[in-house]
């Protein structure tokens, strides 16, 4: 990013929820969601298009063009979308609840001619892209042997994808944090997505021992995911317009990494998820003042 001080941009994951009436929505039905929801923030993340592989007979489902159009048409100049690339193209095998529980290697897997139709079919939003994040499930040794042949397979599909996108990178396993990963992520240009939750260590604990690799990157991802999907939801029931597990001390931590990563010159972006803790939007709030205005964006 040429903004050689950094910046720090705060959304969500997903913007579709009516119980933000009054957070973020001026009525809970009825309304252009995005268009209101980007009034009030700078960034946000469409999960929607990751969902794209479901059985072998169905192919792989791509943005409808309309959606694309829609979307670009509802922001303004300035606003970015943090976008997951489709899992048609992450996922090793089809998912064994849509195979009857056999495993069924996935075709499209890292198909750089797939990735370009993607791309082409979101070309009218590519004024407003931040990072297209690749997002890998848990890789056990059934599907990929090793941390090696991940990156030997991963850097020949990078090889082959268009250039002058901000292409990102998450992976769910621990093990795979390692100096070749770091150094592979440099190499080829893709920024490092941190989560918290699905059995990952926390952002800091990453952080504290990373912080030299990751600082080399004109971009990084901070997703606050949550450990509990489930539990959250239970808590909740589903109805995510309230705090119900606070995290001061991580919030606290979390904050402070992304300004010292904005203060090395990185584009820092901080996607919440409702599951963190049980209210998107309530916890940007909570954030915006660790910040202290270091960088930051939020509106």
Same mark, same amino acid.
């Given at each position: ?161 268009? $250039? #002058?996108? *901000?292409? +990102?990178?998450?992976? =769910?396993? @621990? ?101 963190? $803790? #049980?209210? *998107?939007? +309530?916890?940007?709030? =909570?954030? @915006? ?11």
């Amino acid at each position: 990013m040429s903004n050689p001080h950094g910046k720090i941009r705060i959304g969500t994951c997903s913007w579709k929820y009516p119980e933000w009436e009054g957070l973020v929505y001026s009525a809970p039905k009825g309304i252009d969601y995005l268009a209101e929801y980007a009034r009030k923030y700078s960034t946000v993340e469409i999960d929607q298009w990751f969902w794209s592989l479901f059985t072998p007979a169905a192919g792989a489902r791509l943005p409808a063009p309309a959606d694309v159009l829609r979307y670009r048409d509802a922001v303004p100049e300035g606003f970015r979308f943090s976008v997951k690339a489709p899992n048609s193209i992450t996922l090793t095998h089809y998912y064994p609840r849509n195979t009857g529980g056999k495993p069924v290697s996935n075709p499209y897997f890292l198909s750089p001619d797939l990735f370009q139709k993607f791309l082409s079919l979101i070309d009218p939003l590519k004024p407003f892209l931040g990072p297209v994040m690749f997002q890998f499930e848990y890789l056990n040794k059934m599907k990929m042997p090793s941390p090696g042949m991940f990156r030997d397979r991963l850097g020949e599909f990078i090889d082959r994808i268009p $250039e #002058g996108y *901000a292409y +990102a990178m998450e992976v =769910r396993n @621990k093990s795979y944090f390692t100096r070749g990963y770091f150094d592979f992520l440099l190499e080829k240009k893709l920024a490092p997505v941190l989560i918290e939750g699905y059995w990952m260590p926390p952002i800091t604990e990453v952080y504290q021992k990373w912080r030299d690799a990751i600082q080399g990157h004109s971009r990084v991802v901070l997703r606050l995911m949550g450990k509990d999907r489930e539990g959250m939801a239970k808590i909740t029931g589903n109805r995510w317009d309230r705090i119900v597990a606070p995290k001061d001390k991580d919030l606290t931590a979390i904050a402070d990494i992304a300004k010292d990563l904005a203060k090395s010159g990185a584009a820092v972006y901080i996607n919440v998820n409702n599951h963190y $803790e #049980g209210c *998107a939007p +309530a916890t940007i709030e =909570r954030i @915006k003042p660790l910040l202290q205005g270091d960088q930051a964006r939020s509106t």
